[in-house]
């Protein structure tokens, strides 16, 4: 281990994210009875300019007002290149921020746009008497954004975890790929012409190397990551193929565009009972191989070690998580 300790942020459940427009009040009424772990209000880009101020006054009310059984609340706000942010967060966090937990901040390019967040939002609080200090969630969907994350997920110790906007990403980088998240048909590898039965056509992960190299930001600094949304709501397999490969690489849970999408990240981001039964298997074997005076032993034919308890301990320690 380093000599540097990573401070983790609140152990929050963050399964599904359900993104929310704060334009339309009965969608926030059917949010707050839903089930997912984390619900965003949107402000930004779900809700026309001309809806703005009229979707403020309704997540004022929908924080207020609706029982949120215990979820976690955000509330998206506009871009810092807006017009709309400060007041954004000036109605939000003086007229509800004693109920809302996180605010999710989109497009964020450089470790001071979090600073001058930070600055308001901490004014806010002590003005209100606030007792609860409010977290930050980052949207990580620009060139930007991406070229400079090390330093944003650093920027404040309100920070809690980092999204990919895939959306707003593959526009800032021009990918050429008019989808919401997902795989695309034209990013592939053609298999070797040698090879017997002839060649191939594999597609690949294009957002690869963006949600891995967010996995590492996040973890270095002891946030969550989180995918984004997958826009095809009436294809609940790629959305689970997506989701799982979110899963596989470290993150904690993905966007719900639609509540349809809710009941498949939770599931798919907690562990399965077969996961945790070989976690304990490994954990109860490394305990026996220890009191042996070993540091690695052979567990259904493969080698485990100590590396393997801090594996399996993570497993563990989600299920219990999940199970509250
Ligand atoms: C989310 O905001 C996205 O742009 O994908
Ligand atoms: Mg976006």
Not at 102 to 125: C, F, R, T, W
Request: hydrophobic content about 45%.
């Amino acid at each position: 281990m380093s000599f540097t300790i990573t401070e983790q942020a609140p152990a929050r459940l963050n399964r599904s994210e359900l993104a929310v427009p704060g334009s339309n009040a009965r969608f926030l009424e059917k949010a707050a009875a839903g089930d997912a772990d984390v619900v965003f209000l949107d402000l930004e880009d779900a809700v026309a300019p001309n809806d703005k101020e009229q979707a403020r006054k309704n997540i004022i009310a929908a924080l207020n007002d609706l029982d949120w059984r215990g979820k976690t609340v955000s509330v998206r706000i506009n871009g810092l290149d807006t017009h709309y942010m400060y007041r954004d967060v000036v109605d939000v966090v003086e007229q509800a921020g004693e109920h809302l937990d996180l605010i999710m901040i989109p497009k964020v390019g450089v470790a001071s746009d979090v600073y001058a967040l930070d600055m308001l939002v901490g004014q806010i609080e002590a003005a209100k008497g606030l007792k609860k200090k409010i977290g930050f969630e980052l949207i990580i969907e620009t060139a930007l954004g991406m070229a400079n994350i090390h330093d944003i997920a650093a920027a404040s110790r309100r920070n809690e975890s980092l999204h990919f906007g895939v959306a707003d990403y593959a526009a800032s980088t021009k990918a050429r790929t008019t989808n919401i998240g997902g795989p695309n048909a034209e990013y592939g590898v053609l298999t070797d012409p040698d090879v017997a039965g002839g060649r191939d056509f594999h597609w690949g992960d294009m957002w690869h190397y963006a949600i891995a190299r967010m996995v590492v930001a996040a973890r270095a600094n002891g946030l969550r990551p989180v995918d984004g949304p997958f826009g095809d709501i009436s294809d609940a397999d790629g959305y689970k193929a997506q989701a799982m490969r979110a899963a596989v690489l470290g993150c904690e849970g993905k966007w719900a565009i639609h509540p349809s999408q809710t009941a498949l990240a939770n599931h798919l981001f907690s562990p399965s009972s077969e996961e945790i039964d070989k976690a304990k298997r490994i954990l109860a074997a490394m305990e026996q191989a220890q009191k042996e005076g070993k540091g690695a032993v052979t567990l259904d034919g493969k080698l485990i070690d100590i590396a393997s308890i801090k594996q399996a301990e993570v497993v563990v320690r989600k299920a219990e998580q999940v199970k509250g």
